[in-house]
């Protein structure tokens, strides 16, 4: 008897799980599909997610498109760039918060973390005011790239996650006559590789799908990223084919990070609950 409900409960937990995995792929495989079909053809037919032929000329028309190339390269700059440089400066001011003291220090972290509380939507038009008009960042990377120099959230992670470091290594590469900065890259650095790769990740993926800045700072459609862009598609030509190429576009990026990267993002959550 135990036996046979054990297995009934094997094939209920299996086939529940295998229905909830069928909901969250079938969007993608519409999307695939969608991106192989013609417009004129995707809408009204009944099964509207198998294509009735295999269409090739959104991919030709995507990449032979000026534009299209040029989102492409766009979403690469406004993510891998914010990339590097948030990984340095959000390591270096947490870093540095959590084992230099100095008078202070305690405020500043406090301060910093205070920001976190305003939303962004009440900073959205000062921002747009100083970067349009004082630092005149219109169709400009600097519009997208300055903000992304850092960022409280990860600064306070890297905080956190440097305050459990032993400040026994950290002085006796001071005693050996380290400076500041090689102790920070030869010592420190490589002992947060796995908080660094999970803020590299994350960060990756957040700029990889930046939507309203780019909306906002951006009159150039030749300066647009694939997520602005593609979203522009419907409204330019109602070319619904094209908008499900676009998507396959943007997904295959953040799946191929996913599965190379994927204990990161286990990983990610556990550092979120790191104390300090």
Excluded: H
Aim: net charge positive.
């Amino acid at each position: 008897m135990n036996t046979k409900m054990t297995k009934l409960g094997t094939i209920i937990f299996w086939s529940g799980l295998i229905i909830f995995a069928g909901m969250f792929i079938f969007p993608f495989i519409m999307m695939i599909t969608g991106s192989f079909s013609d417009t004129r053809e995707i809408i009204p037919r009944k099964n509207f997610w198998i294509p009735e032929y295999i269409y090739f000329g959104n991919y030709k028309n995507f990449f032979a498109n000026s534009k299209s190339i040029s989102w492409v390269k766009n979403s690469f700059v406004y993510a891998v760039i914010p990339v590097i440089t948030g990984t340095f400066i959000n390591t270096l001011v947490g870093y540095v918060l959590a084992k230099k003291k100095f008078k202070g220090r305690n405020f500043l972290f406090l301060f910093f973390i205070s920001m976190m509380l305003v939303p962004g939507q009440v900073s959205l038009v000062p921002n747009y005011v100083m970067y349009t008009t004082v630092f005149n960042f219109t169709d400009s990377y600097a519009a997208i790239l300055v903000p992304g120099l850092w960022s409280i959230s990860n600064m306070f992670l890297m905080r956190q996650y440097a305050s459990t470091l032993p400040d026994s290594m950290i002085e006796a590469a001071v005693i050996d006559g380290s400076g500041d900065f090689k102790t920070f890259f030869k010592i420190v650095f490589p002992m947060l590789k796995t908080p660094i790769a999970v803020m590299g990740i994350f960060a990756f993926l957040a700029y990889w799908n930046i939507y309203l800045p780019v909306l906002i700072y951006m009159n150039d459609p030749g300066m647009y990223n694939l997520t602005v862009g593609v979203g522009t598609m419907v409204q330019l030509d109602g070319n619904y084919g094209m908008q499900m190429l676009g998507a396959v576009v943007c997904l295959v990026p953040v799946f191929i990070l996913y599965v190379f990267c994927q204990r990161y993002f286990v990983e990610g959550i556990s550092l979120s609950g790191i104390k300090g």
